[in-house]
Nanobody, 123 residues
């Protein structure tokens, strides 16, 4: 059974950096595009960024472009979200997601999410 488990979320100060991890079990990470999404209290889930199976194609939301980056280690079945210059508006539950088509980075490609990890950014 495929399972995604995120980790690394915690409380930080504005301007800090934080790296989240997402480990896939029960499947092979290289078969999928991987995405990160977030959901703040009272808001809809929003796309943060995505990475193709090989890591050569990336896409980010405008709100995080230049501050966040995504990487993957297919041998470790793990994808990472590096977040720099964090702002209070980045506070949310961050979830990783599987994209069935390994080169497709559109939101519609992602249909399986982990439970998420909480990030709190205080100003």
């Amino acid at each position: 059974q495929i399972q995604l488990v995120e980790s690394g979320g915690r409380s930080v100060q504005a301007g800090d950096s934080l790296t989240l991890s997402c480990r896939l079990s029960g499947g092979t990470l290289s078969s999928y595009a991987m995405g990160w999404f977030r959901q703040a209290p009272g808001k809809e889930r929003e796309f943060v960024g995505a990475l193709s199976w090989s890591g050569t194609m990336k896409k980010f939301a405008d709100s995080v472009k230049g501050r966040f980056t995504i990487s993957r280690d297919n041998d470790k079945n793990t994808v990472y979200l590096q977040m720099n210059s964090l702002k209070s508006e980045d506070t949310a539950v961050y979830s990783c997601a599987l994209g069935r088509h390994p080169y497709e980075l559109g939101v519609a490609n992602f249909d399986y999410w982990g439970q998420g990890t909480q990030v709190n950014v205080s100003s």
